[in-house]
Structure formats: C-alpha cells, structure tokens
C-alpha cells in the first residue's frame, strides 16, 4: 500500500507559477513510477506529465510539454510538478499516482494502482 498527499495547489494569475509537491509513504517509493493527471470539471481525468523509479526518463503531455516539469527526490519520498507560464485551461484538479510498472503505460490511468486526493488549480485570466 502506497498512501499519496498532494500540496501546493492554489489560485494564481495567468502567466504565473506554481509547484505541487506529492508525498508518499508506505511501500518503497523508489520501487513506482509516478505520474501526475489532472481534471477539469465535466471533464474525463487527463495525463499530464511522468517520471520512472530513477528520474532518467520524464514524460508529458502535449498541452503542457515546455511549461511543466515533473521531478522526483526518492530520499524525501516525494515527486514534484513545477508549473510555469500558466494558462486558464490549466484549471482542473490535480492527481498524483503510483505506477507499480515501472512506467510503460505511464500515459494510461489503468496503469496507476494508487491516487492521492488531488489539490485544486485555479487559473485566472
């Protein structure tokens, strides 16, 4: 069992940064892929960006490719979401998870055995 908090959501002006930060603990961090999803409302949950055990390979989506970057410290069992240039249909909920598979799917929600509650990004334009 992996257990997942999400921080670091908030509102913030378009144009402006943020950084979510993902904590785990339970089962071996370093053992799980880890990637980050987000939802906007009436919208189907989304991938967003993903990284494997080591760091080595990192992975995003086309909307945000340039802008974000996914990192991961596996001594403070935590993985990271830095946000620049951001944009009103960034707005969404944001979901880390933990992929026991060492990533390959790392695109596809199935992947993911373990979610966290999600923290709430708000872009204003």
């Known amino acids: 069992q992996v257990q997942l908090v999400e921080s670091g959501g908030g509102l913030v002006q378009a144009g402006g940064s943020l950084r979510l930060s993902c904590a785990a603990s339970?089962?071996?961090?370093?053992?799980?892929?880890m990637g980050w999803f987000r939802q906007a409302p009436g919208k189907e949950r989304e991938f967003v960006a993903a990284?494997?055990?080591?760091?080595?390979?990192?992975y995003y989506a086309d909307s945000v490719k340039g802008r974000f970057t996914i990192s991961r410290d596996n001594a403070k069992n935590t993985v990271y979401l830095q946000m620049n240039s951001l944009k009103p249909e960034d707005t969404a909920v944001y979901y880390c998870?933990?992929?026991?598979?060492?990533?390959?799917?790392?695109?596809?929600?199935?992947?993911?055995?373990?979610w966290g509650q999600g923290t709430q990004v708000t872009v204003s334009s």
């Open positions: 990284i494997t055990w080591s760091g080595g390979n990192t």
């Open positions: 339970g089962r071996t961090f370093s053992n799980y892929a």
């Open positions: 998870a933990a992929d026991p598979a060492g990533g390959f799917y790392y695109y596809r929600i199935s992947a993911y055995d373990y």
